[in-house]
């Protein structure tokens, strides 16, 4: 079935239910905005489904419940934010799916896990900057992995791929990748091709073993690197092939990743996650100093103020004392670096009034010059 540029915003579910034996159904090119639960519950025999070229910016937990022989999902150049984990686990037949030109900022830890995925794409997201820790795992069955021509993309985690043994095809080009850990490679166990070309790579330590694998020649190991590789400093420029690795340093202090000298404008009550991420050997650790001089880690019991993974400080609500300086150390034995991120906090300018008190609830009004500014307001009773 097809329904292609006929510019539908809403598919009645009981059109569907008259075609439980639809093999194909092509919605690309509509005014689609979002995908409910059960839209396509009664097709049970469904192996494609296209979605592709929508405006849908969101996507409901059980949007693809019952699509038990789904195959092939495509949902290319929409507006999702993030990648809707929750709703894809459901379909247990997957094996290729298309989420390209979509806007996810980040690929989180869980992004892609317990799939039977065989071939993916990720690739054209306007904004995508990291791949964080785990946003690939379990995924036993995933051979070729299309993550190229995110001209954004800036960071790989040594550790984003955890159980995903067949990998066999990794591309990666196009990107804005200054250098990739060789732990990322390590953790596959097939041979492996891997695309890094179009990159602006840093030729310090981090390069050393992907220039050790082109010194040997691609055929004499596992991996196999795709492409011509340049240089873009910090002193050499030119292919990565005319380097010698003897005399690339076998460690290196942390370079810091992305943008982190810079400002952020909050309002009271929003919320903010600081990214913070680097390169080094040996690997850097991540520490964040708060604007009053505390160092916050792992065992901090702030309930507001939390690590997310590594290079991940979340904050939410936003109050007016969390303005400041908030300081960014990434440290390994040979030195560190360290990024600096302002928050500032937009005050409102609200009074509270008790009206009545009883045991189960309060009554309060409240006014000030900020209400037009500042319409929906959450209020917090302890």
């Known amino acids: 079935m097809k329904a292609r540029q006929a510019h539908k915003t809403y598919f009645s579910l009981h059109r569907f239910r008259e075609l439980p ?33 929508n405006r849908i910016r969101g996507v409901s937990d059980g949007a693809f419940d019952g699509l038990h022989n789904l195959t092939s999902l495509y949902v290319e150049d929409n507006q999702l934010s993030k990648v809707p ?38 690739e054209n ?20 992995l299309h993550l190229h021509h995110n001209a954004q993309l800036q960071f790989v985690d040594e550790q984003a791929f955890i ?45 050393r073993w992907i220039s050790e694998i082109l010194k040997e020649g691609n055929n004499a190991t596992r991996i196999k690197i795709l492409g011509t590789l340049e240089c873009d400093g910090p002193v050499e420029r030119g292919p990565v092939l005319s380097l010698d690795p003897s005399q690339i340093p076998e460690n290196c202090p942390p370079v810091l990743v992305g943008s982190t000298n810079l400002t952020v404008n909050k309002k009271i009550g929003e919320g903010h996650v600081f990214q913070c991420r ?20 792992q065992t901090s019991n702030d309930p507001r103020m939390r690590l997310k993974g590594p290079g991940s400080l979340e904050l939410h609500p936003i109050r007016p004392s969390d303005r400041g300086t908030y300081t960014c150390v990434a440290e390994n034995l040979l030195g560190q ?18 009206q009545s008190v009883a ?23 302890r």
């Open 21 to 53: 034996q639809l093999e194909e159904l092509h919605l690309e090119n509509n005014h689609i905005s979002y995908v409910n639960n059960g839209c396509f519950s009664s097709l049970h025999s469904l192996l494609i489904l296209s979605l592709n070229g």
């Open 85 to 122: 984990s929750v709703s894809m686990r459901a379909i247990r037949q997957l094996r290729v799916l298309r989420l390209g030109g979509n806007f996810f900022p980040q690929l989180h830890t869980g992004d892609f896990v317990r799939l039977n995925l065989e071939e993916c794409f990720v």
């Open 125 to 144: 997201i306007a904004g995508l900057t990291l791949i964080d820790r785990g946003a690939f795992w379990d995924l036993p069955y995933l051979k070729t």
């Open 163 to 207: 159980n995903v043994p067949n990998l066999r095809i990794l591309s990666l080009h196009g990107n804005n990748l200054s250098a990739l850990s060789k732990e990322v490679v390590k953790s596959f166990q097939k041979p492996l091709q891997i695309s890094l070309h179009q990159n602006p790579l840093v030729c310090d330590c981090n390069i």
């Open 278 to 297: 680097a390169h080094g050997l040996p690997s850097p650790k991540i520490l964040w100093i708060l604007p009053e001089g505390r160092v916050l880690n």
């Open 337 to 354: 670096a360290i990024g600096v991120m302002q928050l500032k906090v937009d005050n409102i300018d609200i009074h509270l009034f008790p």
């Open 359 to 381: 045991a189960t609830f309060v009554t309060v009004v409240w006014n000030g010059t900020a209400r037009n500014a500042f319409p929906e307001y959450e209020i917090v009773y």
